[in-house]
């Protein structure tokens, strides 16, 4: 599962909209959606946003915070090469 599906899922956990998520987070709805569908990722503050919003809706942080660092380190394994 990459971190746009696992942000999707937790965003639906908490039956909320793209638009009505993205409103909570202070974030433009294009940038939850680029989330989403893995264009870009989450910056630090967006995460601290996103662990807000988790820990607000009882749901668990932890899988987007696994999946945010293990795609960091594949973006630094490729800008290595």
């Known amino acids: ?10 965003r639906q956990k908490a039956f909320y909209t793209q638009e009505d998520f993205a409103k909570k987070l202070n974030v ?7 989330w989403e569908l893995d264009k ?7 995460m601290k946003l996103i662990k807000e919003f988790c820990e ?6 932890e899988p987007i915070e696994k999946e945010w660092l293990k795609s960091g380190l594949e973006s630094k394994k490729r ?3």
Do not use: W
């Open 56 to 61: 607000e809706n009882g749901l668990s942080y």
């Open 1 to 10: 599962m990459t971190l746009g599906d696992t942000i999707r899922l937790t």
């Open 79 to 81: 800008t290595q090469r």
């Open 40 to 46: 870009v990722h989450p910056n630090m503050k967006a």
């Open 28 to 34: 433009a709805l294009s940038t939850v959606n680029r």
